[in-house]
């Protein structure tokens, strides 16, 4: 098995998972229109990955498929932009900003970070979201998220 083409669970070859590559890989649901279609990144997950998020952690490939299946469900519109992206040997790092509207809502911007931690297999076994989840959900309700965020300065600074 070479570097550059490992093996997963199903043993069939799949690229090396660089850092343009996982950057492709991470846009590639969101490219076909308003709701994303995430199959091409599952086959990238190890059968026993684990996901964590401001809300949830699971942990197996089944769990994270269904997790994505309910996003995608419950939103009418979901777009990504990454604004950075690092390696760091096999971590990779993403700065983006998610965009959704569930339902009827205003399409609401959400700000985040992903961590990916791959295995000698090319394979992610950690998926990391850290995003403000209420913070960025708030600031859709014009009083609401006004009030939250004077709220926040002054009780954490």
């Known amino acids: 098995m070479s570097k550059r083409e490992p093996k997963n669970p199903t043993g069939a070859m799949q690229p090396a998972l660089t850092l343009d590559r996982m950057l492709e890989l991470w ?9 994303p279609d995430f199959s091409q990144l599952f086959p990238h997950y190890h059968p026993d990955c684990r996901f964590q998020d401001s809300i949830q952690a699971l942990q197996g490939k089944d769990n994270f498929m269904e997790m994505c299946d309910r996003l995608r469900r419950r939103c009418s519109e979901i777009y990504m932009e990454v ?4 390696q760091n040997g096999n971590i990779f790092m993403f700065e983006w900003t998610m965009t959704v509207r569930f339902g ?9 970070a992903t961590r990916l931690t791959v295995d000698n297999n090319g394979l992610i076994t950690e998926h990391r979201d850290y995003y403000d989840l209420w913070g960025d959900s708030l600031d859709a309700i014009p009083v ?7 709220f926040m300065k002054t009780v954490m600074g």
């Open 27 to 35: 846009k590639s649901p969101y490219g076909s229109g308003k709701r």
């Open 83 to 86: 604004h950075n992206a690092a």
């Open 104 to 112: 009827r809502t205003p399409l609401t911007p959400m700000r985040g």
């Open 144 to 150: 609401i998220g006004k009030a939250y965020r004077l």
